[in-house]
């Protein structure tokens, strides 16, 4: 019997190297298009030719990945190490080593879509409730003496804030609330810290931020509670959050929203330099403005003076002249000369008279002496009168006259050619000179002239 042999074996497939590849580079490429893939971003290349190398990776596998200079312009979030990523694109076999890899073509962080939905969720609903609104935003203080803080107490940001603030307006009350500013806790610390000033009207102003970081990081001043609490404040806050292209919720509701933690401090108080710079031009005018005040009064109370001693002249010039004129009158009314003459005229007539005319005078003669003698007392106190306003008149040209002046104690000092002197300036040593006493003259001799 003759026997058959049979080949059970499959026919056999030979691909070459360059064939398999290929064709499982098909297969991939058909199979797994604008797929999503999350990771960790580990080892990251950035090539001179503007590509980007590395791998993702979860806790038990990795893929390779690269992204094209391309797409790489086009990325909004630029690939960090170690940052958690969702990756979009398609796999691509890279044939010459064999390797399957991810070709990127947008490239978000972790969760960065759910968190800006948010965002923009709650930014609308506070908007729609007007707590954007510029009608509620406060004027900042120009002058504030006291300004409170809300932020970590560790790190740059307050010690770049207080360095601001030093340096603009050295004296200021800096009061720190020290506060999470992101992870578990953080919103009711941010809370608690506006509050504390809400509650305690100790601040004139009230600064509430961080440093810059990813949206996570910042995520603390997204919170609707953190929100609700700077617009509950009776105290004008300013939002310090991050760096100047990053914004927040916060940044919408407070009253003044600053780029940058020492930005913030830059608002809150003017430069102190150029104010003191302009007072102290102030006090120099005011100082001058007072000083020419003050030799404008001195130059009036001159001109008063002078004119008072004018009148005081021309005031003694009157009495002088007024006592004159009172002077005669009384001569010219002296009884004693008016009977005088009324005798030696009736002495004459007698003598020109017979004896009955004699009689008859003598008759009138005893009438007139009885009259005279009525009037006496009339004209003596007629004539007192007189007397005491003359005897007043003189009393007040008395007290008028230098001369009183000498007897109060006074003296004038004249040179030997007589001229009065009134400061010590206007002599010389050895220079002789007389004083003028109430009583007497005395000659003397300068020693030395004593200036004041």
């Known amino acids: 019997m003759n026997q058959t042999s049979l080949d059970l074996q499959p026919p056999r497939r030979l691909y070459s190297v360059s064939a398999l590849t290929h064709e499982i580079r098909e297969i991939l490429t058909t199979a797994y298009d604008g797929i999503w893939v999350s990771g960790e971003i580990s080892g990251l290349k950035l090539a001179a030719s503007g590509h980007a190398y590395f791998n993702l990776k979860d806790s038990t596998s990795q893929i390779r990945c690269v992204i094209w200079k391309g797409s790489m312009r086009l990325l909004r979030v630029k690939p960090q190490e170690g940052m958690a990523v969702v990756a979009r694109g398609r796999i691509d076999v890279y ?22 939905l948010a965002f923009e969720q709650l930014k609308a609903r506070l908007e729609a409730e007007g707590l954007f609104a510029a ?25 770049d804030i207080i360095h601001v603030l030093t340096r603009r307006f050295p004296g200021l009350h800096v009061r720190l609330y020290p506060a999470l500013v992101q992870g578990p806790g953080s919103v009711e610390a941010i809370v608690e810290g506006i509050r504390y000033f809400s509650e305690n009207p100790w601040a004139d102003l009230l600064i509430v931020g961080r440093g810059g970081g990813s ?42 929203r600053a780029p940058t933690p020492s930005a913030a401090a830059e608002i809150a108080v003017p430069d102190a330099r150029p104010l003191l710079a302009a007072l102290d031009s102030h006090s120099a005018r005011l100082e001058r403005a007072a000083r020419y005040a003050m030799l404008r009064l001195a130059q009036r109370f001159d001109d008063i003076q002078f004119h008072l001693r004018d009148c005081a002249r ?19 009314s002296d009884p004693r000369q008016r009977l005088a003459q009324f005798r030696q005229r009736q002495a004459d007539a007698a003598a020109r008279l017979t004896p009955a005319l004699q009689r008859t005078l003598f008759q009138h003669e005893s009438r007139l002496d009885a009259q005279t003698q009525a009037l006496v007392p009339a004209l003596r106190r007629h004539l007192a009168a007189a007397q ?22 006074y003296s004038i000092v004249q040179t030997a050619e007589g001229t009065v002197l009134r400061d010590a300036s206007d002599t010389a040593p050895k220079a002789n000179l007389s004083i003028r006493l109430h009583k007497g003259t005395l000659k003397v001799k300068v020693s030395s002239p004593k200036l004041p």
């Not at 935003?137 to 970590?152: H, N």
Request: net charge neutral.
């Open 95 to 116: 044939e010459p080593r064999g390797e399957y890899q991810l070709i990127v073509e947008t490239l978000e962080p972790q969760g960065q879509g759910a968190l800006q």
């Open 314 to 332: 021309m005031r003694l010039d009157s009495l002088r002249r007024l006592i004159e004129v009172h002077t005669a009158l009384l001569r010219r």
């Open 388 to 409: 005491a306003r003359h005897g007043a008149l003189r009393a007040s040209l008395r007290e008028l006259s230098p001369l009183a002046v000498l007897e109060r104690g």
């Open 215 to 256: 949206l996570e990081d910042l995520w603390s001043f997204n919170e609707e509670a953190v929100a609700r609490a700077i617009a509950a404040c009776p105290v004008p806050v300013i939002s310090a959050v991050g760096h100047e292209t990053d914004f927040t919720i916060a940044d919408f509701v407070a009253d003044y």
């Open 135 to 159: 009608a509620r935003k406060r004027p900042l203080p120009r002058f504030p003496r006291r300004i409170g803080i809300v932020t970590s107490p560790t790190g740059a940001v307050i010690q």
